[in-house]
């Protein structure tokens, strides 16, 4: 058995998302499997702990919540991998255990961005899912263009500014935009779950647009809408040398794009040919709005394509988790035109929405099985990071080099 911290929450957005798909993972696991060990950031960016983070309804009420777990931290100290109480008493151990494996399901901005993996590499704890590089490639927009870019992978023209530039030189940039043609969808560089998204059809919208994607980051990017669009999304699971696809979905929307109600709100059936499981409302402690995350909302699964454009998607879905380096659980989401066939790759979700447990059961594949497939590469990934060398076992300036170096502006 061993000591599994999930954790959850963040300072993003899509915290309530999280906060789903987290329980759905927990949930997922059967008792005494492993030490699973809820920790919660909370939208301030505080750490908790404690049983009654992992029943849902408990969430209407965060005072109450809150009040019933222990705030809690970790020290960004190189193999230190205990989880630290913030109160102590006599009775009480300053620890209040030894994690094992860290799981992040934390979505959006500081978690699905590399800000927590950059934390677990500097402790050296082993976690599941994604790099640093990886995640934050697939967060920032505009690093997912230039790498499906420069890797001849399909995407759609593009340009990216600043909010700054943009209202600075607004002519010079409105006329690049133009050239790219209308309709266009302008998006934050830096989030997921649709926030923020718009379409723009002529030059009054795209400044609208702009504004609107502005309120959540700096960089916005700026690409041409797909005509006859349709959403196509695929999973791949695993390592660079040993990775899967699964089968493919068409998410349906209510307008010209998927927004965050029809992936969340929906209060669809779910997926439709999808079979929805690794989760029981029981032990979640009932259902509250939304409480599906992206299991819930409505799509067709399979997606209704000839088997040879599903191949072609599935191959291009690993060919991006390997050009990427990506491990664990990813999502690629794909735009079609329908009547030309010419498909694009849109997104890369580093830390999918329900982990896109739909999609593998849909496959042939329990979530349970492939929770632990990735905990167990999270594992050996970490252990071949050990015996690569970090450092020269070599001090230059024992052997005399660097001491006549000048140090600007210091007096010896």
Known sequence: MITLGVIFGGI?????????????????????????????????????????????????????????????????????????????????????????????????????????????????????????????????????????????????????????????????????????????????AALGSSVGISKASNAKELDEAIDSAAKFSERIIIEKMVENLQEINCSVYGSYHNCQASVLEEPVRTGDILSYKDKYMSGGSGAKGCKIGGTKSAKLGGKISGSKGMSGSTRKCPADLPEDVTKKIQQLAIQTFKEMDASGIIRIDFMRDSKTGDVYINEINSIPGSLSFYLWEATGKKFIDVLEEIIDIAIKTSAEKQKLMLSYDQNIFAMGGGTSMKLGGAKH
């Open 12 to 188: 993003s957005v899509e915290h309530e998302i999280s906060v789903i798909s987290a329980l759905q993972t927990i949930h997922a696991f059967p008792e005494l499997k492993h030490n699973i060990v809820p920790i919660y950031i909370s939208k301030e960016g505080e750490w908790y702990t404690g049983p009654g983070l992992t029943v849902i309804s408990n969430y209407r009420d965060m005072k109450k919540l809150l009040s019933w777990c222990e705030k809690v931290y970790m020290t960004p100290v190189r193999g230190d991998f205990n989880l630290y109480r913030y109160k102590t008493s006599m009775f009480k151990s300053k620890v209040v255990t030894k994690l094992d494996v860290i799981f992040p399901i934390l979505h959006g901005s500081y978690g699905e961005d590399g800000s927590m993996q950059g934390l677990f590499e500097m402790i050296g704890i082993p976690y599941v899912g994604s790099n640093l590089r990886a995640c934050n490639i697939a967060m920032d927009k505009i690093a997912t263009k230039y790498m499906l870019q420069s890797t001849g992978l399909p995407c759609v023209d593009y340009m990216w500014v600043t909010d700054r530039e943009w209202f600075a030189n607004k002519e010079e940039k409105l006329a690049k935009a133009e050239k790219i043609g209308y309709p266009l969808i302008v998006k934050p």
